[in-house]
């Protein structure tokens, strides 16, 4: 049935000229469904409010009600008599809705709220459809989604998710937008988060990290207490770009997390130095981006200056972590290896302030899009690293947008990790065994035979001139029995 509704929302949205590729598409589908999310959320607080005898106001009022302008009914059926449309749809929600749902950031009692989660999206988000009629089609269908149950919303988040890879996948950076779900479980289950620890992505993205971790961490054996704890004090993300603010909302919506703790910031902006206990975590899982470039008063942020991106969050996360907090971290593989002083330092500090205990290496196309390597790097915060595992990952084929990371890629890495065997793909190295100057991490498997040292260009010559000196003899031996 839902896979359905999408496929009709996708054939309708191909026709509205505002919406012009997968990125717009996600946009615009969410601000949708989440008007749609809130009308049914409202509609269930209220039902409670009724059995405890107490009264309800609603977040949303009057004729911005999503039965008051979008799916107006009379005896149960839709009112196209009562429906807006075409030129005056447009117009009611461009001039009239967003400015009032925008308006809820400032009258927000805090940033947890949902209040305030309403008023950070229709702050960022601006309206694309330039059909009324197409708008119409659009919210007509979203109307026959429910939201009421879990098994609603989890095949919901299901498709939404499949819209989110193909994002992904559109995109010129793939990894920007969406980390292989495998990946990340596969992250989760060797940093293994309990209920009542904190799990935080400073980069959060759509949200995939939270999302795993909340499927994760959700089971049927829950007390009601630890339901509490899992919907409003595990959860907490930052991410600077609007787009996929918003996104990370409603997928964490779309998965059972009522009022999600994301923060609309660029997380680089807060000065390290300023991290308190109070500002920690216990646990951290994040994918940020590699490659960028920031200015030189946020690289004052932190005691490593440097204008790359990824290595201003590792920095971050490190301090981020609660002492014997966990955190497993996707980046590129060059911090392994570049001798910049930068770089160089960067490990040193990992080394020194946290267990580096393991590093998952990634082969290439891991990451649909990026033209990068990428690691993961698995740590452990307020002990100095003695050894680090390696685990080459290799699936046995080429990866690719219809050959994807799956699974059981991954099911060895998780269970040989457990206790740091040595296989075929995996090998420890001992701190005391790298270079004090360079602290040089590279992934090289020892168990991987050494391909044969490159000739020198004086032999390559040599042995050119000598081909060439026998290939003249033939010849000539030729030309004599002619």
Request: glycine share 8%; aromatic share 10%.
């Amino acid at each position: 049935m839902y896979e359905n509704a999408f496929n009709s929302i996708e054939k309708h949205l191909r026709s509205e000229e505002g919406v012009a590729n997968e990125l717009d598409y996600v946009e615009q589908t969410s601000w949708v469904l989440f008007l749609k999310y809130l009308h049914d959320y409202e509609n269930e607080r209220r039902d409670r409010a009724e059995l405890d005898g107490v009264s309800y106001e609603p977040i949303i009022k009057g004729e911005f009600q999503w039965d008051k302008w979008a799916a107006p009914k009379k005896d149960g059926e839709f009112d196209h008599n009562a429906a807006l449309i075409g030129d005056d749809l447009v117009s009611f929600v461009d001039s009239q809705l967003f400015p009032y749902l925008a308006k809820f950031r400032e009258s927000a009692t805090g940033p947890r709220t949902i209040e305030y989660k309403i008023g950070e999206v229709f702050t960022e988000l601006r309206n694309k459809f330039r059909s009324g009629y197409v708008l119409r089609d659009v919210l007509e269908v979203v109307d026959g989604l429910s939201f009421n149950t879990q098994a609603e919303r989890h095949e919901l988040s299901e498709l939404y998710e499949t819209r989110i890879r193909r994002m992904g996948n559109a995109g010129r950076n793939g990894g920007e937008y969406y980390t292989p779900r495998p990946l990340i479980r596969a992250m989760i289950k060797v940093t293994a988060p309990k209920i009542g620890e904190t799990i935080y992505d400073g980069a959060c993205g759509s949200g995939g990290f939270l999302c795993e971790a909340y499927d994760y961490l959700r089971t049927n054996q829950l007390t009601a207490s630890q339901w509490e704890t899992l919907q409003r004090d595990t959860f907490f993300g930052q991410e600077k770009k609007g787009l996929a603010y918003i996104i990370g909302i409603m997928n964490m919506i779309l998965h059972g997390i009522e009022a999600p703790n994301l923060i609309h910031t660029n997380t680089l902006n807060e000065n390290v130095m300023d991290i308190q206990e109070k500002d920690r975590h216990d646990i951290i899982l994040a994918n940020p981006p590699f490659g960028g470039g920031e200015r030189r008063e946020v690289q004052q942020n932190f005691p490593i200056r440097t204008g790359e991106t990824a290595y201003l969050f590792l920095q971050h996360f490190i301090r981020k972590l609660r002492a014997g907090g966990r955190a497993a971290v996707v980046i590129k593989n060059t911090v392994l290896s570049n001798t910049d002083n930068a770089s160089v330092a960067l490990r040193k500090e990992l080394l020194d302030s946290c267990e580096l205990h393991t590093i998952l290496d990634c082969p290439q196309g891991t990451f649909q899009g990026a033209g990068v390597k990428t690691v993961v790097l698995f740590f452990t915060k307020g002990a100095p690293t003695r050894d680090i595992w390696y685990y080459q990952l290799d699936p046995g084929r080429s990866l690719g947008k219809t050959n994807p990371l799956n699974d059981d890629d991954l099911a060895e890495f998780v269970e040989l990790q457990k206790s740091f065997a040595e296989s075929g793909k995996s090998w420890t190295v001992s701190r005391a065994d790298l270079d004090d100057e360079t602290y040089d991490l590279s992934v090289k498997n020892p168990n991987t035979p050494e391909e044969a040292p490159l000739r020198s260009p004086a032999e390559i010559i040599d042995d050119m001139l000598a081909r060439d000196a026998e290939t003249a003899q033939i010849l000539a031996d030729i030309r004599g029995m002619l």
